[in-house]
């Protein structure tokens, strides 16, 4: 998301870049140390980023923009529902298939909150949002399933998370100055 900000035009300073640069570099570092490459995890981000950068360039209400998004899906289910088999919803009883619309939507209320807050919020500040998600789900798992927690991941998350808020810091700092 702050690369975004930095492309989107939304900042072109100096320390934008070395924000954006340290962070980068930090991200690769965990990769090269760990030996893996998350392509799961950028096939779920890039789209994610790229769905916010839309809302945010056409300034579409969440609810009209997943109105939107629904019809130009529904040929492609359309199209599969010749395709599955769906024979195995016959021992799915009428309470499981309230529960499933329930669990639908209360998985928009926080996509269409998200959305809205985009609009109203640079990408720096979600670039903040998106970063302490993750560490704050890790840290929970961490004590949860009682996991290895290895110096080098904690140092790396621990100065990737110090990078966005001293950088989210910088930025209210300099809003707060040239209000004066």
Do not use: R
Not at 120 to 133: A, E, G, P
């Amino acid at each position: 998301m702050l690369s975004v900000s930095i492309f989107n035009g939304e900042s072109n300073q100096k320390k934008d870049w070395f924000f954006f640069s340290l962070s980068l570099f930090i991200v690769f570092l965990e990769f090269y140390i760990s030996g893996n490459f998350p392509f799961i995890g950028l096939l779920i981000s890039i789209p994610f980023v790229l769905y916010l950068l839309w809302h945010k360039k056409h300034n579409i209400d969440p609810l009209t923009g997943l109105f939107n998004e629904t019809k130009v899906m529904l040929p492609l289910c359309c199209l599969l529902w010749f395709f599955i088999d769906f024979s195995f919803l016959e021992s799915v009883k009428l309470n499981d298939w309230a529960m499933l619309l329930m669990l639908g939507l209360i998985t928009l209320l926080p996509l269409t909150l998200f959305v809205s807050a985009s609009k109203k919020v640079s990408f720096n500040v979600l670039s903040l949002y998106q970063i302490m998600s993750p560490i704050l789900g890790m840290i929970i798992g961490f004590h949860l399933y009682h996991q290895d927690l290895s110096t080098y991941k904690f140092i790396l998350y621990s100065s990737l998370a110090l990078t966005l808020i001293v950088y989210n810091m910088t930025n209210q700092i300099g809003t707060k100055n040239e209000s004066y």
